[in-house]
């Protein structure tokens, strides 16, 4: 009898049916939201539970997070077209990080795949 390796799916999640091999049906709304609103809601209520317990952990509460977006979309409407320019040079510094780490990672699972 051979095992499953530990990287594998089971194949009930690869054919959209159930545990219990049921069909699950596939409407627009599961396909957007990626399974049923009611898991998708406990998903989020889980990890928003889980968010919010680290930012309060921190001392960063609700409502600095909410003046701060707000502070940082007035800023970028009041530079105008200089807010382009600032958000590209922050694109610009992300990707210098992102892109070599994405790469050496997809690198790395396409050679774990050959196997």
């Not at 998708?40 to 960063?60: C, K, T, Y």
């Amino acid at each position: 009898m051979t095992t499953p390796s530990p990287n594998s799916v089971p194949p009930h999640w690869q054919t959209g049916q159930s545990a219990a091999g049921q069909p699950q049906p596939s409407t627009p709304i599961t396909r957007f939201l990626g399974g049923s609103p009611i898991g998708v809601f406990f998903r989020l209520l889980v990890l928003s539970l889980l968010v919010g317990a680290f930012l309060m952990w921190a001392d960063i509460r609700p409502a600095e997070v909410w003046r701060s977006a707000l502070h940082l979309v007035d800023m970028l409407w009041s530079m105008g077209f200089g807010a382009i320019q600032a958000m590209g040079d922050y694109i610009l510094a992300g990707a210098i990080i992102v892109v070599p780490l994405w790469l050496v990672i997809r690198l790395l699972t396409m050679r774990g795949d050959d196997r």
